[in-house]
């Protein structure tokens, strides 16, 4: 048994293939920075609407900007992208020889390009779309009058689909990272697999030769007013693309510690020990003012006396019900449902929830 654990470990231990922990951290590190960077963001764009407005209204474009300079430093210098290179990892071209090129050699170049398309643009697509589908729906909820034309039935289909196409595309990933579990496989995403590639830890060779590269690009010297020009680009663009990897090396657990705080879940906690008691309803009503009767739970619409979709309020009386009950109501009669008070449509407010 004892030479049975021995053998596994020199295996393991000659293994250059990261674990399933590491190359998941690697993925999940830059999935929590553009959450916690959008609500620094949100937060400049809201304590200065003048200035700062333009960030908020394109961030994604902004942010996929700086993703693809940073991305682009790393595969060129590194072989590998930010996170791969923050958990020291590389990629190596799939079904490569034996001896592995060191980082500094760079990808070949079909692989270099894929990898850069695959680590930029598949994000903010799938970033898109999903904020397409989120206005969709809050247009399809929000709607009183049913789709009549071809285009709002195509988009109903597309609402009806994406949640299964969504369940395939992420099935796809899980399928592919139990195989990398089991040993079938030799990537834990099937973009790599798309890219030519696989990831790989760094050696000792490796961390020398970056090492030196960098020392190296330091101490160049140009030798005509071009290669002047050229040096002084591609140094100011690595200078951009370095200290945005420092500020995001140093700042990375801030911003994953951002993105915990500012989660749903601790929404919820947050709310119930900072807000201020919710102030009664108004004491006196009208018994004949209105013709809705409040029911015992507050979930519930007291118009058609089920669960609320879309929680609407009226701000002449505060009462809460769903968008389409008190639209109809406030249509036809210009009044609150509970208390009488004169309403117009004006006074519709929706209500959005932490989650939202």
């Known amino acids: 048994m004892a030479e049975v654990g021995a053998h596994v470990t020199?295996?393991?231990?000659?293994?250059?293939?990261?674990?399933?922990?590491?190359?998941?951290?690697?993925?999940s590190l830059m999935a929590a920075l553009k959450?916690?960077?959008?609500?620094?963001?949100?937060?400049?764009?809201?304590s200065n609407p003048g200035r700062c407005g333009f960030l908020w209204?394109?961030?994604?474009?902004?942010?996929?900007?700086?993703?693809?300079?940073?991305?682009?430093?790393?595969?060129?210098?590194c072989s590998a992208s930010f996170s791969e290179n923050f958990y020291s990892l590389k990629r190596i071209p799939t079904g490569g020889g034996r001896r592995q090129p060191l980082a500094t050699a760079g990808l070949p170049k079909s692989q270099h390009w894929k990898s850069l398309l695959l680590l930029v643009l598949v994000p903010y697509l799938k970033g898109k779309i999903e904020k397409l589908v989120s206005s969709l729906r809050e247009e399809d909820e929000y709607s009183i009058h049913p789709p009549s034309s071809s285009w709002k039935r195509f988009y109903k289909a597309f609402l009806a689909a994406y949640p299964f196409?969504?369940?395939?595309?992420?099935?796809?990933?899980?399928?592919?990272?139990?195989?990398?579990?089991?040993?079938?496989?030799?990537?834990?995403?099937?973009?790599?697999?798309l890219a030519g590639v696989r990831l790989v830890r760094l050696t000792a060779e490796d961390i020398q030769a970056l090492e030196t590269k960098l020392a190296g690009a330091t101490s160049g010297e140009a030798h005509s007013i071009k290669t002047q020009m050229q040096s002084a680009v591609?140094?100011?663009?690595?200078?951009?693309?370095f200290s945005l990897s420092t500020g995001l090396s140093v700042s990375v657990f801030f911003l994953q510690f951002l993105d915990w705080w500012y989660s749903s879940e601790n929404q919820e906690t947050i709310k119930s020990l900072t807000a201020l008691p919710?102030?009664?309803?108004?004491?006196?009503?009208?018994?004949?003012?209105?013709?809705a009767v409040l029911p015992k739970l507050k979930t519930v619409c007291p118009l058609c006396r089920k669960i609320r979709v879309?929680?609407?309020?009226?701000?002449?009386?505060?009462f809460v019900f769903c968008y389409r009950c008190a639209y109809n109501y406030v249509k036809t009669h210009q009044r609150c449902p509970i208390?009488?008070?004169?309403?117009?449509l004006q006074h519709l407010v929706k209500l959005y929830s932490p989650e939202s």
């Open 10 to 27: 020199a295996a393991s231990a000659g293994d250059d293939r990261p674990s399933i922990f590491e190359a998941v951290a690697q993925d």
């Open 310 to 318: 879309n929680a609407t309020a009226l701000s002449t009386s505060g």
């Open 35 to 46: 959450p916690a960077l959008q609500h620094l963001v949100k937060v400049l764009a809201e």
């Open 278 to 291: 919710t102030p009664p309803p108004p004491v006196h009503l009208d018994d004949g003012a209105g013709s």
């Open 234 to 241: 591609r140094k100011a663009l690595g200078g951009i693309a």
């Open 165 to 193: 196409v969504n369940m395939t595309w992420e099935g796809w990933f899980l399928i592919q990272q139990l195989c990398y579990i089991l040993g079938k496989a030799q990537h834990h995403s099937p973009m790599l697999r």
């Open 57 to 77: 209204r394109w961030f994604d474009e902004i942010y996929v900007l700086l993703d693809l300079l940073l991305q682009q430093h790393y595969l060129a210098r």
């Open 339 to 344: 208390t009488g008070y004169a309403t117009e």
